[in-house]
């Protein structure tokens, strides 16, 4: 039953303006500009997760999701500029990235201030562990692991193992 219902996700998403590539089939999601949304082959989407691209239309896709990744339940995408999860990632449930910020200027409500955008990307076999936090502009290098509840808030090199508020460096993967 749940293998033929997700087929049909499919194709409502597809048939919406999804891109859904062979041997992905989607659980239940939220996506406000479908054809903002990229996803490769045999990725695995469990349920609730929110694509939501902040802006005006605009031609797409601006969140691209590679092959072969693990996206648990509940993560949330909310993307002005831009994000790409390369290939073979795990990401755990509650994960979120958030590419923008609300601007800082008192002569204005800070709520109506568009403020700093900047593309997050995710390099190829990355694990983020449950609930971590990834905000504009972060680049995480091939191979990196964040644990759970981290807030990324710069760029992590190649290969290394980052924890913690703000997320600070504490090993290496490499050989």
């Known amino acids: 039953m749940e293998k033929s219902v997700r087929a049909c996700r499919k194709i409502y998403w ?22 903002q949304l990229c996803i490769g082959i045999e990725t695995i989407l469990e349920d609730h997760l929110i694509f939501k691209y902040d802006g ?7 969140i691209r999701i590679g092959n072969k990744i693990f996206l648990g339940n509940h993560c949330e995408f909310n993307i002005s500029r831009g994000i790409t999860l390369s290939d073979h990632c795990l990401i755990a449930s509650g994960c979120k990235f958030i590419d923008h910020d609300h601007s800082m200027d008192t002569g204005h409500p800070i709520g109506v201030n568009p403020g700093p955008e900047s593309e997050i990307i995710i390099g190829p ?24 509840g981290a807030v990324v808030t710069r760029s992590i090199p190649p290969f290394e193992i980052w924890i913690g508020i703000p997320a600070r460096k504490i090993g290496s993967r490499r050989l």
Do not use: C, D, Q, Y
Request: proline share 8%; charged share 15%.
């Open 125 to 148: 076999n990355v694990w983020l562990g449950v609930n971590v936090v990834v905000l504009k502009g972060v680049i995480i290098g091939e191979g990196s692991v964040v644990g759970a």
């Open 56 to 62: 005006i239309e605009a031609p797409g896709p601006s």
């Open 14 to 35: 597809r048939f919406r303006g999804v891109s859904i590539g062979r041997g992905t089939f989607p659980g239940k999601m939220t996506v406000n500009w479908p054809h």
